[in-house]
């Protein structure tokens, strides 16, 4: 069983930063494929960003790019979202999810994702 929690949620002013974290536990988490998504009030969860295996490739969605870097550290069994320039409408619930099988592609569709956090949020003052 793979358990993820967020943490590193809070409230920043806009063009401010905040890094989240997600732990997973797992004996192979080098081996998922890693993703964050986000849901504000009233709106559908949305994808934000995704890294493979060995973090060679990543994606975002177009709104972050540029602002937000997603990583992992595998012997942490951590993946990070640095997020900077934040702007109010990043204000959202973000998740960690975590695709558990191959092939090892970073997808957008949260439906390639088995795996949820419970959210940490995120609220960018303007």
């Known amino acids: 069983q793979v358990q993820l929690v967020e943490s590193g949620g809070g409230l920043v002013q806009a063009g401010g930063s905040l890094r989240l974290s997600c732990v997973a536990t797992?004996?192979?988490?080098?081996?998922?494929?890693m993703g964050w998504f986000r849901q504000a009030p009233g709106e559908e969860r949305e994808f934000v960003a995704a890294?493979?295996?060995?973090?060679?490739?990543?994606d975002y969605a177009d709104s972050v790019k540029g602002r937000f870097t997603i990583s992992r550290d595998n012997a942490k069994n951590t993946v990070y979202l640095q997020m900077n320039s934040l702007k109010p409408e990043d204000t959202a619930v973000y998740y960690c999810?975590?695709?558990?099988?191959?092939?090892?592609?970073?997808?957008?569709?949260?439906?390639?994702?088995?795996?949820w956090g419970q959210g940490t949020q995120v609220t960018v003052s303007s």
């Open positions: 890294i493979t295996w060995t973090g060679a490739s990543t």
């Open positions: 797992g004996r192979s988490f080098s081996r998922y494929v």
């Open positions: 999810a975590a695709r558990l099988v191959p092939p090892p592609v970073a997808y957008q569709r949260q439906s390639a994702y088995s795996e």
